[in-house]
């Protein structure tokens, strides 16, 4: 088991910084990747950005240049920086931890987080 907890979120105006932070705990040895997802009211759920255990990251084409995901494997998290926020990134943000148990792979999810982006 996998259990991830979300901090960071708030209010933030256009054009400012926020910085998520994931913690991870139980299996950590499992976790092969971890990522970021977001869900706006009306929107479906959608992969912002992910790392894996081999630091190579992938990020959806409307934060590219503009976020930035890490990891910190001394305290077992996977951090968010957000910068030049627009009020479209405004969602609910989702860590995301991939496991794989040699026969068995899951998925787990932290509670998720609030971010809005408004004047």
């Known amino acids: 088991q996998v259990q991830l907890v979300e901090s960071g979120g708030g209010l933030v105006q256009p054009g400012g910084s926020l910085r998520l932070s994931c913690a991870a705990s139980?299996?950590?040895?499992?976790?092969?990747?971890m990522g970021w997802y977001r869900q706006a009211p009306g929107k479906q759920r959608e992969l912002v950005a992910a790392?894996?255990?081999?630091?190579?990251?992938n990020y959806t084409d409307s934060v590219k240049g503009r976020f930035t995901i890490s990891r910190d494997n001394a305290k077992n998290t996977v951090d968010l920086q957000m910068n030049s926020l627009k009020p479209e990134d405004t969602a609910v943000y989702y860590c995301?931890?991939?496991?794989?148990?040699?026969?068995?792979?899951?998925?787990?999810w932290g509670q998720g987080t609030q971010v809005t982006v408004s004047s």
């Open positions: 790392i894996t255990s081999g630091s190579s990251t």
């Open positions: 139980g299996d950590i040895f499992a976790i092969y990747a």
């Open positions: 995301n931890a991939g496991a794989d148990y040699g026969e068995d792979e899951y998925d787990y």
